[in-house]
């Protein structure tokens, strides 16, 4: 079966920034532990990656990613801002590369962990995929998202006690379904889980939002989409 997945990404798309993604957070978003992401928030790089990616343009976006990381070398935002902006350029294992250097600058960067883990499964490693998946759950357990990649992943990978699992977690999450939603699901049952990105790491990822608002209550899940990349958290709280 075919499964789709979702990546993590820093862009701004647009719209308002949807609280599960837990992007941009307070100052100090708790998925990023002990990483001081405000050493980036002023920088006038950081703001031409903002502005670049706002933009679409992704050359311009990996150029000013890459000045962050040779400025803020142990930053594991600034290294994920370069995966993204990588992968979006086109450019994979460039992308795989910024995505290992950000959880090894950051072992508790969350949504590194998670386009890592997108990362691995783009290349066929489906184990790598739901280790990395395994990683970023620990610091985010309720990260709808993850788990979804995580079931398409397990799904994929024909391990039914991980699919189970995450199908259970999901189904916690959400909630029980509106009445109206209690007929017969649209899909057959058997039919391949989706990968989603997480929500994106600028303010406001209006493709990831939508993909999530519409995933299914039914066990079936939509494709799997990337997390946009972790921005650095602004001097004042915002709302994610």
């Known amino acids: 079966m075919r499964v789709a997945?979702?990546?993590?990404?820093?862009?701004?798309?647009?719209g308002a920034l949807m609280a599960s993604a837990c992007l941009i957070g307070c100052s100090l978003p708790r998925d990023q532990g002990p990483a001081d992401d405000r050493q980036i928030s002023g920088d006038a790089a950081w703001k031409r990656f903002q502005?670049?990616?706002?933009?679409?343009?992704?050359?311009?976006?990996?150029?000013?990613?890459?000045?962050?990381?040779r400025r803020f070398p142990k930053n594991g935002s600034a290294w994920n801002s370069l995966g993204w902006a990588s992968e979006r350029a086109g450019l994979e294992e460039d992308a795989r590369r910024a995505y290992q250097r950000a959880v090894e600058a950051n072992p508790r960067h969350a949504k590194a962990w998670a386009n890592l883990g997108l990362s691995f499964g783009k290349r066929g490693d489906l184990r790598g995929?739901?280790?990395?998946?395994?990683?970023?759950?620990k610091l985010r357990p309720h990260h709808a998202a993850t788990w979804q990649n995580l079931a398409a992943a397990a799904q994929q990978a024909g391990r039914k006690s991980d699919l189970q699992e995450a199908v259970r977690h999901l189904a916690r999450l959400r909630g029980p379904p509106p009445r109206k939603s209690l007929a017969p699901p649209e899909h057959e049952p058997s039919a391949?889980?989706?990968?989603?990105?997480?929500?994106?790491a600028s303010p406001n990822p209006a493709p990831a939002k939508e993909a999530i608002s519409q995933e299914p209550a039914s066990p079936v899940l939509p494709p799997k989409?990337?997390?946009?990349?972790a921005s650095p958290a602004p001097a004042t709280p915002s709302a994610p």
């Open 5 to 14: 997945r979702f990546r993590v990404a820093p862009l701004l798309w647009g």
């Open 51 to 69: 502005r670049a990616a706002d933009a679409g343009d992704f050359a311009a976006a990996r150029a000013a990613a890459s000045e962050l990381t």
């Open 129 to 137: 995929e739901i280790a990395c998946y395994r990683r970023s759950l």
């Open 192 to 200: 391949p889980l989706i990968r989603f990105p997480e929500a994106a």
């Open 225 to 229: 989409l990337s997390e946009n990349a």
